[in-house]
Protein backbone atom coordinates (compact mmCIF):
# COMPACT_ATOMS: atom_id res chain seq x y z
CA UNK A 1 0.00 0.00 0.00
CA UNK A 2 1.44 3.24 -1.05
CA UNK A 3 1.88 5.62 2.05
CA UNK A 4 0.30 9.05 2.11
CA UNK A 5 1.25 12.67 3.47
CA UNK A 6 0.00 15.84 3.42
CA UNK A 7 2.91 18.59 3.99
CA UNK A 8 1.59 22.17 4.93
CA UNK A 9 3.64 25.11 3.10
CA UNK A 10 4.99 23.33 -0.01
CA UNK A 11 5.54 26.73 -2.40
CA UNK A 12 9.18 26.91 -1.38
CA UNK A 13 12.22 25.85 1.14
CA UNK A 14 11.50 22.70 3.07
CA UNK A 15 8.12 21.94 2.29
CA UNK A 16 8.91 21.80 -1.29
CA UNK A 17 11.83 19.84 -1.16
CA UNK A 18 10.26 17.38 1.46
CA UNK A 19 7.32 17.10 -1.34
CA UNK A 20 9.58 16.10 -3.90
CA UNK A 21 11.72 14.16 -1.82
CA UNK A 22 8.99 11.97 -0.40
CA UNK A 23 7.06 11.62 -3.93
CA UNK A 24 10.43 10.44 -5.03
CA UNK A 25 10.30 7.69 -2.33
CA UNK A 26 7.43 6.13 -3.27
CA UNK A 27 4.99 8.61 -1.14
CA UNK A 28 1.68 9.93 -2.09
CA UNK A 29 2.40 13.23 -1.39
CA UNK A 30 -0.44 16.34 -0.78
CA UNK A 31 1.21 19.31 -1.31
CA UNK A 32 -0.62 22.12 0.03
CA UNK A 33 0.36 25.92 -1.00
CA UNK A 34 -1.92 29.12 -0.65
CA UNK A 35 -1.09 30.76 -3.89
CA UNK A 36 -3.00 29.91 -7.18
CA UNK A 37 0.66 30.30 -8.82
CA UNK A 38 2.20 27.77 -6.42
CA UNK A 39 -0.47 25.61 -6.97
CA UNK A 40 0.44 25.80 -11.12
CA UNK A 41 3.98 25.12 -10.15
CA UNK A 42 3.38 22.12 -7.38
CA UNK A 43 1.35 20.32 -10.31
CA UNK A 44 3.71 20.93 -12.62
CA UNK A 45 6.35 19.10 -10.90
CA UNK A 46 3.49 16.42 -11.01
CA UNK A 47 2.86 16.37 -7.39
CA UNK A 48 -1.00 16.25 -6.03
CA UNK A 49 -1.41 20.02 -5.14
CA UNK A 50 -3.81 21.22 -2.70
CA UNK A 51 -5.42 24.72 -1.71
CA UNK A 52 -4.43 25.47 2.05
CA UNK A 53 -3.64 28.70 4.07
CA UNK A 54 -3.18 27.68 7.82
CA UNK A 55 -4.57 31.06 9.00
CA UNK A 56 -8.11 29.74 7.60
CA UNK A 57 -9.70 27.07 9.38
CA UNK A 58 -12.24 26.39 6.73
CA UNK A 59 -9.23 26.13 4.27
CA UNK A 60 -7.98 23.53 6.75
CA UNK A 61 -11.11 21.46 6.68
CA UNK A 62 -11.28 21.50 3.31
CA UNK A 63 -7.93 20.90 1.99
CA UNK A 64 -8.01 17.80 4.23
CA UNK A 65 -11.73 16.66 3.60
CA UNK A 66 -10.15 16.81 -0.31
CA UNK A 67 -7.55 14.42 0.35
CA UNK A 68 -9.57 12.10 2.49
CA UNK A 69 -11.71 11.82 -0.44
CA UNK A 70 -8.83 11.12 -2.28
CA UNK A 71 -7.28 8.31 -0.19
CA UNK A 72 -10.74 6.68 0.57
CA UNK A 73 -10.56 8.23 4.25
CA UNK A 74 -7.01 7.22 5.10
CA UNK A 75 -3.52 9.50 5.96
CA UNK A 76 -0.72 7.97 7.27
CA UNK A 77 1.09 11.48 7.74
CA UNK A 78 0.88 14.90 8.15
CA UNK A 79 4.16 17.13 8.11
CA UNK A 80 3.16 20.43 9.68
CA UNK A 81 5.76 22.91 8.05
CA UNK A 82 4.18 26.40 7.41
CA UNK A 83 5.41 29.45 8.97
CA UNK A 84 7.49 32.43 8.83
CA UNK A 85 9.76 34.25 10.71
CA UNK A 86 8.42 38.34 12.05
CA UNK A 87 11.57 39.95 13.58
CA UNK A 88 11.62 42.73 16.13
CA UNK A 89 12.74 43.71 19.54
CA UNK A 90 9.93 42.27 21.83
CA UNK A 91 9.36 45.97 22.56
CA UNK A 92 8.65 46.85 19.19
CA UNK A 93 6.04 43.91 18.86
CA UNK A 94 2.82 44.98 18.72
CA UNK A 95 -0.95 42.16 19.86
CA UNK A 96 -1.24 42.31 15.89
CA UNK A 97 2.18 41.30 14.80
CA UNK A 98 2.07 38.62 17.54
CA UNK A 99 -0.97 37.24 16.72
CA UNK A 100 -0.45 37.16 13.21
CA UNK A 101 2.80 35.12 13.83
CA UNK A 102 0.84 32.57 16.25
CA UNK A 103 -1.92 32.23 13.38
CA UNK A 104 0.63 30.84 11.36
CA UNK A 105 3.41 28.87 13.29
CA UNK A 106 1.01 27.70 16.18
CA UNK A 107 -3.14 27.35 15.47
CA UNK A 108 -2.41 26.77 12.09
CA UNK A 109 -0.34 23.62 13.10
CA UNK A 110 -2.50 22.90 16.06
CA UNK A 111 -5.66 22.76 14.30
CA UNK A 112 -3.99 20.78 11.77
CA UNK A 113 -3.24 17.84 14.24
CA UNK A 114 -7.10 18.53 15.62
CA UNK A 115 -8.05 17.14 12.48
CA UNK A 116 -5.46 14.25 11.36
CA UNK A 117 -5.71 12.27 14.92
CA UNK A 118 -9.58 11.15 14.48
CA UNK A 119 -8.46 9.81 11.05
CA UNK A 120 -5.04 8.69 12.53
CA UNK A 121 -6.85 7.10 15.66
CA UNK A 122 -9.57 5.38 13.12
CA UNK A 123 -6.93 3.70 10.73
CA UNK A 124 -4.90 3.05 14.09
CA UNK A 125 -1.54 4.21 12.87
CA UNK A 126 -0.20 7.67 11.82
CA UNK A 127 2.82 9.77 12.44
CA UNK A 128 2.80 13.68 12.94
CA UNK A 129 5.99 15.70 12.26
CA UNK A 130 6.64 19.17 13.43
CA UNK A 131 8.80 21.46 12.00
CA UNK A 132 10.05 23.66 14.72
CA UNK A 133 13.12 24.73 14.97
CA UNK A 134 16.43 25.46 17.39
CA UNK A 135 14.98 28.42 18.17
CA UNK A 136 12.03 26.77 19.60
CA UNK A 137 14.95 25.53 22.20
CA UNK A 138 17.09 28.39 22.70
CA UNK A 139 16.34 32.18 22.56
CA UNK A 140 18.19 34.59 20.11
CA UNK A 141 17.48 38.53 20.68
CA UNK A 142 15.36 40.47 18.18
CA UNK A 143 12.75 37.34 17.16
CA UNK A 144 11.23 36.71 20.35
CA UNK A 145 8.06 36.92 18.42
CA UNK A 146 9.02 33.73 16.27
CA UNK A 147 10.74 32.12 19.44
CA UNK A 148 7.98 32.22 21.22
CA UNK A 149 5.92 30.78 18.25
CA UNK A 150 8.58 27.85 18.13
CA UNK A 151 8.56 27.46 22.14
CA UNK A 152 4.95 27.23 22.38
CA UNK A 153 4.97 24.36 19.88
CA UNK A 154 7.43 22.05 21.67
CA UNK A 155 5.16 22.24 24.46
CA UNK A 156 2.43 21.59 22.22
CA UNK A 157 4.05 18.39 21.07
CA UNK A 158 5.52 17.45 23.92
CA UNK A 159 2.02 17.32 25.38
CA UNK A 160 0.79 15.41 22.53
CA UNK A 161 3.26 12.69 22.64
CA UNK A 162 2.31 12.18 26.68
CA UNK A 163 -1.36 11.86 25.65
CA UNK A 164 -0.39 9.57 22.88
CA UNK A 165 2.27 7.60 24.20
CA UNK A 166 0.18 3.98 24.22
CA UNK A 167 -1.55 5.05 20.73
CA UNK A 168 -0.07 3.55 17.58
CA UNK A 169 0.32 7.43 16.72
CA UNK A 170 3.86 9.15 16.87
CA UNK A 171 4.95 12.52 17.24
CA UNK A 172 8.13 14.23 16.33
CA UNK A 173 9.89 17.08 16.50
CA UNK A 174 12.51 18.61 13.83
CA UNK A 175 14.38 21.27 15.11
CA UNK A 176 16.42 22.89 12.40
CA UNK A 177 19.38 25.18 12.87
CA UNK A 178 20.26 27.53 9.11
CA UNK A 179 19.09 25.99 6.58
CA UNK A 180 18.53 27.86 2.86
CA UNK A 181 14.74 28.45 1.76
CA UNK A 182 12.66 31.72 1.53
CA UNK A 183 12.95 32.13 5.25
CA UNK A 184 14.62 35.53 5.22
CA UNK A 185 12.86 36.94 2.26
CA UNK A 186 9.39 36.22 3.66
CA UNK A 187 10.92 37.68 6.94
CA UNK A 188 11.55 40.70 4.95
CA UNK A 189 8.05 40.76 3.73
CA UNK A 190 6.70 40.45 6.82
CA UNK A 191 8.90 43.15 8.43
CA UNK A 192 8.22 45.69 5.61
CA UNK A 193 4.55 45.77 6.29
CA UNK A 194 5.07 45.80 10.11
CA UNK A 195 7.39 47.03 11.98
CA UNK A 196 9.64 48.88 9.43
CA UNK A 197 6.73 51.36 10.27
CA UNK A 198 6.04 51.31 13.93
CA UNK A 199 9.19 50.65 15.94
CA UNK A 200 10.07 52.84 18.40
CA UNK A 201 13.43 54.20 17.53
CA UNK A 202 15.29 51.90 20.54
CA UNK A 203 16.38 49.66 18.42
CA UNK A 204 17.12 51.67 14.70
CA UNK A 205 20.57 51.04 14.37
CA UNK A 206 19.76 47.06 15.14
CA UNK A 207 17.32 46.90 12.49
CA UNK A 208 19.65 48.99 10.34
CA UNK A 209 22.13 46.14 10.28
CA UNK A 210 19.66 43.77 9.64
CA UNK A 211 18.56 45.30 6.64
CA UNK A 212 22.11 45.35 5.44
CA UNK A 213 22.79 41.64 6.36
CA UNK A 214 20.38 39.22 7.12
CA UNK A 215 17.72 40.50 4.74
CA UNK A 216 19.96 41.14 2.35
CA UNK A 217 18.53 38.97 -0.60
CA UNK A 218 22.21 38.60 -1.86
CA UNK A 219 24.22 37.89 1.11
CA UNK A 220 26.78 35.22 0.92
CA UNK A 221 25.36 31.59 2.52
CA UNK A 222 27.22 30.93 6.23
CA UNK A 223 28.75 27.99 5.27
CA UNK A 224 26.89 26.51 8.47
CA UNK A 225 23.61 27.00 6.58
CA UNK A 226 22.54 23.13 4.89
CA UNK A 227 20.27 22.83 2.01
CA UNK A 228 16.75 21.95 2.79
CA UNK A 229 17.36 17.93 1.86
CA UNK A 230 18.98 17.95 5.45
CA UNK A 231 15.91 18.56 7.15
CA UNK A 232 13.93 16.05 4.50
CA UNK A 233 16.71 13.09 5.73
CA UNK A 234 15.45 13.49 8.97
CA UNK A 235 11.70 13.48 8.27
CA UNK A 236 12.36 10.61 6.26
CA UNK A 237 14.38 8.86 9.67
CA UNK A 238 11.08 10.67 11.26
CA UNK A 239 8.18 9.11 8.81
CA UNK A 240 9.50 5.62 8.27
CA UNK A 241 11.87 4.17 11.03
CA UNK A 242 9.90 1.75 13.28
CA UNK A 243 11.62 3.58 16.44
CA UNK A 244 11.03 7.41 15.41
CA UNK A 245 12.93 9.87 17.99
CA UNK A 246 11.27 12.81 19.66
CA UNK A 247 13.73 15.15 18.33
CA UNK A 248 15.79 15.72 15.59
CA UNK A 249 18.34 18.20 15.67
CA UNK A 250 19.83 19.13 12.20
CA UNK A 251 23.26 20.46 11.55
CA UNK A 252 26.07 21.22 13.65
CA UNK A 253 25.25 24.68 14.77
CA UNK A 254 21.41 23.28 16.33
CA UNK A 255 23.47 20.09 17.63
CA UNK A 256 25.27 22.68 19.29
CA UNK A 257 22.91 25.03 20.89
CA UNK A 258 20.92 22.21 22.26
CA UNK A 259 23.98 20.62 23.97
CA UNK A 260 24.51 24.36 25.01
CA UNK A 261 21.57 24.82 26.69
CA UNK A 262 21.64 21.58 28.15
CA UNK A 263 25.12 22.39 30.21
CA UNK A 264 25.70 26.09 30.22
CA UNK A 265 24.17 28.26 33.14
CA UNK A 266 21.32 30.86 32.00
CA UNK A 267 24.30 33.65 32.46
CA UNK A 268 26.78 32.18 30.18
CA UNK A 269 24.40 30.97 27.77
CA UNK A 270 23.24 34.50 27.56
CA UNK A 271 26.31 35.97 26.69
CA UNK A 272 26.78 33.77 24.00
CA UNK A 273 23.80 34.26 22.63
CA UNK A 274 24.58 38.10 22.39
CA UNK A 275 28.05 37.46 21.21
CA UNK A 276 26.53 35.20 18.76
CA UNK A 277 23.89 37.22 17.28
CA UNK A 278 26.17 40.30 17.29
CA UNK A 279 28.57 38.64 14.96
CA UNK A 280 25.81 37.69 12.62
CA UNK A 281 24.53 41.07 12.22
N1 LIG B 1 15.18 28.24 6.95
C1 LIG B 1 15.61 28.08 8.19
O1 LIG B 1 16.73 28.50 8.53
C2 LIG B 1 14.73 27.38 9.21
C3 LIG B 1 15.32 26.98 10.42
C4 LIG B 1 14.54 26.36 11.37
C5 LIG B 1 13.18 26.13 11.12
N2 LIG B 1 12.63 26.53 9.96
C6 LIG B 1 11.18 26.30 9.77
O2 LIG B 1 10.98 25.58 8.58
C7 LIG B 1 9.65 25.82 8.10
C8 LIG B 1 9.72 26.06 6.59
O3 LIG B 1 10.45 27.25 6.36
P1 LIG B 1 11.50 27.41 5.17
O4 LIG B 1 12.83 27.63 5.78
O5 LIG B 1 11.32 26.36 4.15
O6 LIG B 1 11.04 28.84 4.63
P2 LIG B 1 10.17 29.28 3.35
O7 LIG B 1 10.91 28.92 2.10
O8 LIG B 1 9.84 30.70 3.62
O9 LIG B 1 8.87 28.37 3.44
C9 LIG B 1 7.82 28.67 4.32
C10 LIG B 1 6.55 28.06 3.77
O10 LIG B 1 5.48 28.32 4.71
C11 LIG B 1 4.37 28.80 3.93
N3 LIG B 1 3.42 29.57 4.71
C12 LIG B 1 3.61 30.71 5.40
N4 LIG B 1 2.43 31.13 5.92
C13 LIG B 1 1.49 30.23 5.54
C14 LIG B 1 0.09 30.09 5.73
N5 LIG B 1 -0.62 30.99 6.44
N6 LIG B 1 -0.55 29.02 5.20
C15 LIG B 1 0.14 28.10 4.47
N7 LIG B 1 1.46 28.18 4.23
C16 LIG B 1 2.12 29.23 4.75
C17 LIG B 1 5.01 29.62 2.84
O11 LIG B 1 4.06 29.86 1.84
P3 LIG B 1 3.92 31.29 1.07
O12 LIG B 1 4.95 31.24 -0.04
O13 LIG B 1 2.52 31.30 0.58
O14 LIG B 1 4.23 32.37 2.06
C18 LIG B 1 6.14 28.68 2.44
O15 LIG B 1 5.65 27.68 1.60
C19 LIG B 1 9.12 26.99 8.91
O16 LIG B 1 8.23 26.52 9.90
C20 LIG B 1 10.37 27.57 9.58
O17 LIG B 1 10.07 28.18 10.81
C21 LIG B 1 13.38 27.15 8.99
Redesign the pocket.
Known amino acids: MQRSILI ?9 AAAILLKKRGWRVFA ?4 AA ?1 LEQLSALDLEAIH ?4 DSTSIQQSLASVLQKTGGTLDALFN ?5 QAGAIEDLTRDMMREQFE ?2 VF ?1 SMEMIKYVLPVMRKQGHGRIIQ ?5 GIVSIPYCGA ?1 NAS ?1 FALEGFCNTLRLELYKSPIHVCIIN ?8 R ?2 ALMHYESSLQHEQSGVYKKIYEKMEQSYFKADRKNNAL ?1 LT ?1 EAVVKKLIHALESSRPHAHYFVGIPAKCMAMLRRLLPDGILDWFMVKVRSGEE
Not at 131 to 135: E, K, P, Q
Request: with cysteine.
Open positions: TGCSSGIGQTARKDLDVNNAGYLTNGNSSILYKPGPIVSKLEHEP
